[in-house]
């Protein structure tokens, strides 16, 4: 897995962490920064993809 998705895939263990040991104080914080890694890891996932397509559709 290409090193970039394999740390976003991280941060995101991290901050679903974070938000499972949160206190109420700071749940929003936690909301927030794992709808950040989520929407980035998503990102990723979508241009790898576009990679991959691409890829078929010049060798195929």
């Not at 394999?6 to 901050?15: F, G, I, K």
């Not at 936690?30 to 559709?57: S, Y």
Request: charged share 35%.
């Amino acid at each position: 897995m290409d090193e970039l998705l394999q740390e976003l895939e991280n941060q995101l263990r991290q901050a679903q962490q974070n938000f499972n040991y949160a206190g109420q104080e700071y749940l929003d914080a936690a909301i927030m920064e794992m709808n950040t890694v989520n929407e980035k890891f998503r990102a990723m996932l979508r241009e790898k993809r576009r990679e991959k397509d691409g890829q078929k559709t010049i060798s195929g």
